[in-house]
């Protein structure tokens, strides 16, 4: 389910929510939680020279709402492309 923040300091953010699963591959919906990855690259008009990087958010406790972990990943993805994450550099984009 990608949801797109776009042109935030330049950068497209596009927030990948899924769900997970409980280790044996089995997701039912009474006890489904939702992870995160966010999917970041220049803001360009040319969409066939679009470089983008991924990064996962590893969190504590999975999110229990779509909702919730959407808002979660564009928090992310902003904190990533303000610099405030420590290993998760997007200069090379």
Known sequence: MPYILPFYKGFEIETLVYPQSNGDGFVSRRDRTYGVAVKIS????????????????????????????????????????????????????
């Open 42 to 93: 220049r803001a360009v008009a040319d969409v066939t020279d679009k470089t983008s990087r991924v990064f996962k958010l590893k969190s504590q406790t999975p999110f229990e709402s779509v909702g919730e972990a959407r808002r979660a990943g564009d928090q992310f993805g902003q904190s990533i492309v303000d610099g405030k994450i420590d290993d998760m550099s997007i200069h090379d984009l």
